[in-house]
């Protein structure tokens, strides 16, 4: 009877822990002042590594979403922040330069997980943390990322006045360069030269990126410093 009771108290358990784990679901819509939808708007929580899309009629959905959390909204090369403050969905409207209005929606909540087929992904993206490489050696970005991506190809750099060739996506066009975006901070650099990696927090290395423009059709390199 002991053992019937322990094994039934420890599937209970199990339940319990696959849907904290699982966590609830948060579904938001998007749009621009005109009640617009905006598509492909780039939505994460914490670490940009981890996210999702508004798909064609602004619709998104996130996994888990802590009340303190704040959303990031990236569009058009501009990030929006969005606190959730405590609020179960958002039906969120963006202007030129800021949110303009952000409400939680009893529908959006009802709709659960049907709400959008795909939340979270990470498949595009490659993710490299600062300490890490550093624990292991590397001074610089590219000597760190050498050999570390599938499908990300560095040559050259290897003595002094060498130019670094990189591309990700393969060599695409011989009269085109192939040469991926390279991001500090999300902000455009010629290259990572001068960054210590001991600076860096993260490294990411994203194959498919169409949200941003033809300037992302070779795929990006983003590097994230430490924040003081």
């Known amino acids: 009877m002991k053992t019937k009771l322990f094994i039934l108290l420890f599937a209970f358990s199990l339940s319990i822990t696959a849907q904290d784990e699982k966590g609830e679901p948060f579904n938001g819509l998007v749009t621009d002042l005109l009640a617009q939808p905006i598509k492909r708007a780039k939505i994460y929580v914490k670490s940009p590594q981890l996210y999702t899309y508004s798909d064609k009629k602004g619709r998104f959905g996130l996994t888990d979403v802590a009340a303190d959390d704040t959303l990031k909204i990236l569009y058009k090369k501009r990030i929006y922040f969005v606190p959730i403050q405590n609020r179960k969905s958002l039906r969120i409207r963006l202007g030129d330069q800021l949110v303009e209005s952000a409400k939680e929606d009893q529908e959006l909540i ?15 993206v490659n993710l490299l943390t600062g300490d890490k490489l550093q624990k292991e050696g590397y001074t610089t970005v590219m000597e760190a990322l050498r050999g570390r991506v599938p499908g990300l190809n560095i040559s050259g750099g290897s003595g002094f006045g060498d130019e670094t060739s990189v591309n990700i996506r393969g060599i695409n066009s011989i009269y085109s360069s192939s040469t991926p975006l390279f991001l500090l901070d999300d902000v455009e650099v010629n290259n990572f030269d001068g960054v210590n990696l001991g600076d860096v927090d ?13 300037k992302g059709a070779n795929g990006v390199i983003k590097v994230y410093t430490k924040k003081k």
């Open 202 to 214: 993260r490294i990411e290395v994203i194959k498919d990126a169409n949200m941003y423009g033809v």
């Open 110 to 124: 009802d709709y659960g997980y049907g709400y959008v087929k795909r939340r979270e992904f990470l498949n595009s």
